[in-house]
C-alpha cells in the first residue's frame, strides 16, 4: 500500500512540475510559484512595437534578414512588471540557439505592473521584413487562442 501510494505521489508531483511550461523549449530561472495565465482577455499590458524593439536586439541582424516563421513565447511577469521567459515553440528557420531571447528578454522587457504574477503567450509571425505580434488566450473550453488587444 505504501509503495502504491508513493507511485501515485511520485507521478502527479512529476506533472504537476512540467505542467507550467506551455512549450516544448523550456528555460530555467523563473519563479513559477503561483501565476495566472491570460484567458479571455489581454491583463497584462503592453505595446507591440516594445517587444517588437526587444525582440529585435535578441537576435542579430545577419539572422533577422532571414528569419521567417512563428515563434511562440511564454514570459511570466511579476507583479513589478519584470518578465521572465519560461518557454518557447520554436518553428523558424533560425535556431533558438542563434538567439538570445531568454538573456534580452528576462533583462529588457518591462510590462505595466499587474495586479497579479501573470504569463502572458505572445506569438511572433515572421515574414519578409516584417513581424507580426498576437496575443494568445489559454482556456479550457478554447485551448490556446487569440486574444483581441
Known sequence: MKFLFSLVFVCCFSLFGTAQNIFPEKFDGCNTDRFAMEKDTVSVKLQN???AR???KAIDSKCRAKIK???LLQVIVDTDGNSCLISIKNDTNIPS???RLKEVIDTELLWEKPKEKTSPMISVNFSGN????TRLGLGGDKGIHELKQ
Open 49 to 51: 512595437a516594445k517587444i
Open 54 to 56: 526587444v525582440l529585435e
Open 69 to 71: 516563421g512563428n515563434l
Open 97 to 99: 540557439g542563434k538567439m
Open 130 to 133: 516584417a513581424l507580426y505580434i
